[in-house]
């Protein structure tokens, strides 16, 4: 409580805040974090594909993915990179990347689950684009 009477809550350094402004604070604060999540960054980074240097733009997420996928073949980031990028049909090479990553790991999940219940390895229909292999 304050010197007026209205409760306020105190905080280790001893700054008070009244218990309104506390929760518009921090619902203020939800609202960015929950921003920060929907809004992740493109991030502009740098290949090396048949000794040539070109950029990509990537969300952080699917730059770790296709660095899992690369240690995981034992082989080079700009090794997978050139094996997107020369069987891509169309798009960018970003966009391309992207939908590797993603089918590679959705794969992954229909193995793990084939595995576990065999009708639903067949429900999932093994989608893929072919580059998953070796």
Known sequence: ???DGALTETFQNGFSIEPDTLIKLRRADI????SAMMNSPVIKRSVVIG???TSVSLEDAFWKG???????RGTTLSTVVATIDADRRH?????AIRM????????RLTHEMGAQSPSLGA???????GLLTG
């Not at 609202?31 to 929950?34: D, L, S, V």
């Not at 296709?66 to 995981?72: C, D, P, Q, R, S």
């Open 123 to 129: 429900a999932a229909g093994g989608a893929g684009t």
């Open 51 to 53: 000794g040539r240097k």
């Open 31 to 34: 609202r960015y974090e929950e």
């Open 66 to 72: 296709l660095k899992e996928i690369a240690i995981g």
């Open 91 to 95: 798009g960018n090479l970003s966009s």
């Open 1 to 3: 409580m304050n010197n």
């Open 100 to 107: 590797f990553v993603l089918d590679f790991y959705r794969s």
